[in-house]
């Protein structure tokens, strides 16, 4: 028998690849019982979801967080004159 | 095709990229890097790539996913030089804040996250999300970027990393504990 701690150790595993058949069998048969660690996949489920929905997009030039700070900016735009005008 | 401001193919002229770009690229760095200095170095080298290459660009897709594409290896780029720097958590903390010393929960997972969300809540999901993936450890951190975010295969995040395949789950494993838990306790779950 497993307990919670090596259950929800396998219930993330789970996300990162295919576990074998007996650790399946095992976390399956503790899920089944355990109302805490069936919550917690569930929550890791949903979580890995929508993280990796929004994970791929480029954000939205809206998004007024984190905006590139003002002298990176000017760095950045110096970098970029300083490439052009060797006429590469 | 040089000196003009608008060439063809919905190409701008690079020296509007950093205006049109740079705050995109700049937060998609941040994410996954977590600090202000490592995520201009990104977009730094995204840009001297970009301009190096801007021939190869073929103007089949857009501009912005194609600049996206390099940034997206040199995010690995630094990660992979940073990560060497990082402090390495002990594997058993002194005191588990999620499990007793017989392996039982001390969290309650009653409460479930709600879904589907709408599209305020995943603005909402995703500002608090930042503010959780901030507080982990910062291998922890790294590791969850490369792995979930990035959605690179385990061998080539461990590679990355230069850690095992079983060193790799243990973080992951402890950095979903820890954002799962963030998140909870941010109101980011409902009661099913």
Redesign the interface.
């Known amino acids: 028998m497993l307990?919670?701690?090596?259950v929800?150790?396998l219930v993330?595993?789970s996300?990162?690849?295919r576990l074998p058949w007996r650790a399946r069998f095992l976390v399956a048969f503790h899920l089944a019982m355990c109302?805490?660690?069936?919550?917690?996949r569930?929550?890791?489920r949903?979580?890995?979801?929508?993280?990796?929905r929004?994970?791929?997009n480029?954000?939205?030039?809206e998004?007024p967080?984190?905006?590139?700070?003002d002298d990176?900016?000017q760095?950045?735009?110096e970098?970029?004159?300083r490439?052009?005008g060797n006429g590469? | 095709m040089?000196g003009e401001s608008q060439a063809p193919g919905g190409k701008l002229s690079?020296?509007r990229?950093?205006?049109r770009y740079?705050?995109?690229?700049?937060?998609?760095a941040?994410?996954r890097l977590r600090n202000?200095v490592d995520a201009?170095e990104a977009?730094?080298q995204t840009?001297?790539a970009a301009?190096?290459n801007r021939d190869q660009y073929s103007g089949a897709g857009s501009e912005?996913?194609w600049l996206?594409g390099i940034l997206r290896r040199k995010v690995v780029d630094v990660a992979r030089r940073r990560v060497r720097e990082m402090p390495i958590e002990p594997e058993v903390p002194q005191w588990d804040p999620?499990?007793d010393s017989?392996?039982?929960?001390r969290?309650?997972?009653?409460?479930?996250?709600q879904?589907p969300?709408e599209e305020l809540e995943?603005a909402e999901?995703?500002?608090i999300?930042?503010e959780c993936l901030q507080g982990l450890p910062k291998r922890h951190a790294t590791a969850f970027a490369l792995?979930?975010?990035?959605?690179q295969p385990?061998p080539e995040v461990c590679e990355q990393m230069g850690i095992s395949l079983s060193n790799?789950?243990?973080m992951?494993?402890r950095a979903?504990?820890q954002?799962?838990t963030c998140?909870?306790a941010r109101g980011q779950?409902r009661e099913l």
């Not at chain 2, 792995?147 to 959605?151: N, S």
């Open positions: 307990n919670c701690r090596e929800s150790r993330s595993e996300f990162d690849r109302r805490i660690c069936s919550g917690f569930r929550t890791l949903l979580m890995e979801r929508e993280v990796r929004q994970a791929g480029l954000p939205s030039p998004d967080v984190e905006q590139l700070p990176a900016r760095r950045l735009d970098m970029v004159r490439f052009l590469q | 040089q690079p020296e990229w950093v205006e740079g705050d995109q690229l700049y937060r998609y941040m994410l202000a201009e977009v730094q840009f001297l301009l190096q912005g996913a996206l999620y499990f017989a392996g039982r929960w969290v309650s997972w009653a409460a479930t996250m879904q969300l995943r999901f995703w500002r999300f930042r792995r979930v975010l990035e959605d385990s790799l789950w243990v992951l494993h979903r504990l954002l799962a998140l909870q779950t």
